[in-house]
């Protein structure tokens, strides 16, 4: 049996291996259920989260629950005919050119 220490050092390792910090994830459909909690994952792992969905009201009111993680975020209403220019339209919030979309 694993002393507990031990146990925290190798939960703090796994944490930090798979850390997210400093990247944004861009998640589409991130209003809904399924890539919701998808968002809330990858704002646990560290990433700020942009959400867009079609629906404006879902997209923000997730990105309000990854804020309450302690995460930045935005909900971003998508729409067909923008999804070439939705990303320089928050100039700021992306950390380099890339971005982790699901
Ligand atoms: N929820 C489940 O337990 C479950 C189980 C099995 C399969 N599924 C399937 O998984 C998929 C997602 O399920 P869900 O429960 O999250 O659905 P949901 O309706 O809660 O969420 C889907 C979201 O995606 C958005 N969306 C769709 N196309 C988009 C686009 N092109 N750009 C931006 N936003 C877009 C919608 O506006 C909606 O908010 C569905 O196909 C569903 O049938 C869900």
């Not at 998640?27 to 968002?39: H, I, N």
């Not at 990433?47 to 930045?72: H, K, Q, S, T, Y």
Request: aromatic share 6%; glycine share 12%.
């Amino acid at each position: 049996m694993l002393e507990s220490s031990l146990k925290a050092q190798i939960f703090m390792d796994h944490t930090e291996m798979f850390s997210l910090a400093g990247k944004v994830a861009a998640v589409v459909g991130g209003g809904g259920v399924l890539a919701g909690e998808m968002a809330m994952g990858l704002a646990g792992a560290g990433a700020d989260v942009a959400i867009l969905d079609f629906n404006p009201a879902g997209a923000e009111a997730r990105a309000e629950a990854v804020r309450a993680l302690g995460r930045r975020a935005i909900g971003i209403p998508a729409t067909r005919r923008r999804s070439r220019t939705w990303k320089p339209r928050w100039p700021g919030f992306w950390p380099s050119s890339d971005a982790s979309t699901s």
